[in-house]
């Protein structure tokens, strides 16, 4: 079994930042992707920003040049920065991962963290 646990949400004002960060711990070889993903009331969940372990990002159009995923191979974490928060932003924030357990690949989720933007 694997288990992820986020940190880091909270309440900001528009414009500010916020740092999410995710550590994964249990039975694991190796995390393929890693990643992000976000629900607000009333909305299907979305991708925010995913990264592979050799370092391959992707992002939603929506946080692009706004948020930054990283990921530490080493400690199994991976971080989001967010930096210039809109309202719009407002929602719980899922940590993601994709373990290598072969023959098989496996999919794990957090609790998720709310992040909260003020306008």
């Known amino acids: 079994q694997v288990q992820l646990v986020e940190s880091g949400g909270g309440l900001v004002q528009a414009g500010g930042s916020l740092r999410l960060s995710c550590a994964a711990s249990g039975s694991i070889f190796s995390i393929n992707t890693m990643g992000w993903y976000r629900q607000a009331p009333g909305k299907q969940r979305e991708l925010v920003a995913r990264?592979?372990?050799?370092?391959?990002?992707n992002y939603a159009d929506s946080v692009k040049g706004r948020f930054t995923v990283s990921r530490d191979n080493a400690k199994d974490t991976v971080d989001l920065q967010m930096n210039s928060l809109k309202p719009e932003d407002t929602a719980l924030y899922y940590c993601y991962a994709n373990v290598i357990r072969l023959p098989a690949l496996y999919d794990y989720w957090g609790q998720g963290t709310q992040v909260t933007v003020s306008s």
């Open positions: 990264i592979t372990r050799s370092g391959s990002t």
